[in-house]
Every structure is written in C-alpha cells, then in structure tokens.
C-alpha cells in the first residue's frame, strides 16, 4: 500500500508570533501590530504565487507591491498583508508574507506571494492559503483572529489588522532595518571574535617559538661539548703517538736492528694519521655545530617574525588584553641570549679545532723524529689543517 504524501511545509512560521529570534534582540526592533480603523473590503490582488529573497535586510523587487488596503499581522521575523475581494460570502485575493530567513550576519528578509481564498459568515472567517488547510477565525470591529495550527499540535491565535499599503510597507521597513542592523552587529562581533583568535593564536606560536628557540640553543651546546669530547681522544692518541716515538728514538740508541727501527718508525707515522683522522671528526661535531648555528638564527628570525605579527594583531585591537601575553621585553631577552650562546659555540668550536690542528702538527712531527732517529727517510706530510666556523654576522 502507498504511503500517503507528506503534508506540505507551512508558509508561515510556526511559533513565530511570540518566539523572538535572536538578530531581532540584538538589533532591539520588535516590530508590533498596526491597528487601524476597521475596513471589511480591501484593494483586489490577483491570488498569484511569487517569491523573492533578500540579504542584509534589503529586499528585493517583489512585484508590483501592496496597494491600497488590507489586513496586517505583524510578529518577529514576520510581516503578513492580506488583500481579498468578496463575492458574497466568498473571498478571493493574495498575501504578502515577508519573513525572516537565516542567522545573522547572513540573515535576509524573504518575500513570498501566496492565494488566499475563503468565505465570511457573520462573524465566522474561513480561510485557506495556497489551497492548503483551512484556518477559522473570528472577525471583530476591524480585525480578525484565526488560529494557525503549530508544530506540537495546539492552535495559535494571530491578529489581522486592518491597515493601508503603507502601513504594510512601514512594518516591512521595520523588519529589513531590524535584520540588516542585526547582521551588522554580528559581522562586528565576528570580526572581533577573529581579531581575537588571531591575536590568541600569534601569543602562541611566539610562545611556542621561544620555546623552541631555547631547545635549538640547548642542542648547539650539547654538540659543544660533544667536540671537547671527540679532542680528548685525539690528545690520547697523540700522547700514544709520541711515546712510540720515543721508543724508536731509544732503539736507535741502543743499537736495535735498522729493520726493525723503521718498522717501528712507520708504525708512529701511522698513529700520526689516527690523530689526524681524530681531527677531522673534531671537524665533523663542529659541522654539527654549525647546523646547530643556523638552526638558532632561524629560530631568532621566526620569533622577531611571529612576535611583529602579534603586534600587529594587537594593534588592531588594541581593546583587547591577553593576560600573558609575550612581551617585546621577553622576546629581547631570548633574542640576545640566544645570540650570546651561537658567539659563545663558535668561540669554543673553532678553539678546539685549533688546538685539535695543533695535535696534528705535534703528531707528525712526532713521527718525523721517529723516521730520523732511524735514518728511514721522509715521513708522511701532516694533512691540511681543518677549517674553523665562520663568524656570526
């Protein structure tokens, strides 16, 4: 068996009528009903159906507009003029429904162009909009009351007023007003809300930046010290270096084969290359180093960027504090100590790979003296001295 089709979505707002939707408390228009003398006729409408919608609280072209008069209810978010003409009982003529759509800032002011039809009894009114459902009412002086079914089941009574085009045109103006006032405070306050994010955010990647700032500098002076290291054991193999010198030295005064004299002797030329290939890892931790240098000047230069972004965020809200905020004092500080820790590195590096140089040349010449004492010829020719880090700009 087929379902039966879905009842049609009500044209009106169900609830609207005493339901205040927030852009219209924030703009502070509620519009009220207009009441005016009674007046049981009103201008002819053709029962037509048409829609346009608006932003901002601008509407747009609507057709040719309300004439003459009508009935009016008026509520937040919406604005209904009724025109009809009779026949007898019968009644036949169009509703303006203006209404209220979305949330600010984008909120807009639709209008919707319904049929109405009906009949009047005394002071019993039937009406029926679009063809759908008919509502009952009661006519009064110069108004009538129908009762609109609501979502939950009950009935809700809306008053209509008689009133001119005008008046219509008066409550619409209110309507647009009150929404595009709405939009503008919200656009506002998101504005401010962004400003605010923005400005939370910078605080904290200057943070994170100075954080990350103080753990490249903490990792440059680790591999400081890793070239101290590396040089001790250079300074063992020299002083192993020179002692076998001064072995061979000894044998050749002492009268031990020639042979076996050079043999050792070429065996000190060989602990001078160890030493020297101990200088060239000292020269390797100071590659190391040099890395870590560069990794704290960027650090330097992503902090003074981050931290000139913040301010000009707070420049432009300047109302707005962050408790906790970095300062341009903070900032200094991390700056210039960092920049004392790279001078204090390159300092310290380019003392080791001096004195590890040194090692080299003292290895060799050991190795010379060795190859002399034994009448072995030349020995090997130290290697080119390891280059120091260039100065910091």
């Known amino acids: 068996m087929p379902e039966p089709p879905a009842p049609k979505k009500p044209w009106y707002h169900p609830r609207w009528w005493w339901s205040v939707p927030a852009a219209i408390i924030v703009a502070g228009a509620v519009v009220g009903l207009i009441v005016t003398g009674a007046s049981k006729s009103s201008s002819p409408r053709g029962a037509r159906a048409s829609s346009t919608s608006s932003t ?3 509407t747009g072209n609507s057709g040719s507009g309300a004439v003459g008069t009508g009935y009016l209810a008026t509520g ?10 009779t026949s007898g009982d019968n009644l ?13 800032p984008n909120a807009s002011v639709s209008t919707n162009t319904i049929s109405v039809s009906g009949s009047v009894s005394g002071t019993t009114i039937t009406l029926s909009f679009n063809g759908g459902t008919q509502v009952f009412g009661t006519l009064s002086g110069g108004s009538f009351t129908v009762n609109f ?3 939950n089941g009950s009935l809700a009574p809306v008053t209509f007023t008689s009133a001119t085009a005008a008046q219509f045109n008066t409550a619409l ?6 929404t595009g006032s709405a939009n503008s405070s ?27 700032l103080a753990g490249a500098v903490q990792s440059m002076q680790s591999d400081v010290g890793a070239i101290s290291s590396t040089l001790a054991g250079e300074q ?45 890892s000292v020269s ?14 960027n650090g330097i230069s992503g902090l003074q960027s981050d931290f000139s972004s913040l301010q000009n965020a707070q420049g432009a809200l300047p109302s707005y504090h962050l408790s906790g905020a970095p300062t341009q004092s903070q900032v200094n500080s991390a700056v210039s100590s960092a920049q004392g820790a790279i001078t204090s590195a390159i300092n310290s590096a380019n003392a080791d790979i001096a004195q590890a140089n040194t090692l080299v040349t003292q290895a060799y010449a050991a190795a010379a003296a060795a190859s002399s004492a034994g009448n072995c010829g030349s020995a090997s020719q130290p290697p080119t001295p390891q280059t120091t880090i260039p100065s910091s700009g």
């Open 56 to 58: 901002n609280g601008q």
């Open 186 to 212: 919200a656009a506002a306050a998101q504005n401010v809300a962004n400003e605010q994010a923005r400005i939370n955010g910078d605080a904290s990647q200057v943070q994170k930046d100075t954080s990350g």
């Open 173 to 178: 103006a209110r309507l647009q007003g009150a």
């Open 92 to 104: 036949n003529g169009s509703a303006q429904v203006e209404t209220l759509d979305g949330t600010p």
């Open 236 to 280: 063992k193999d020299l002083q192993s270096t020179q002692g076998a010198a001064q072995n061979v030295e000894q044998e050749a005064q002492g009268g031990t084969d020639t042979g076996e004299v050079c043999g050792d002797a070429g065996s000190v030329d060989g602990d001078a290359g160890s030493v020297a290939g101990d200088a060239g």
């Open 284 to 297: 390797g931790d100071a590659g190391s180093v040099e890395g870590d240098i560069s990794d704290v000047q």
């Open 149 to 151: 079914p609501q979502t």
């Open 76 to 85: 937040s978010g919406q604005v209904i003029f009724i025109q009809w003409t």
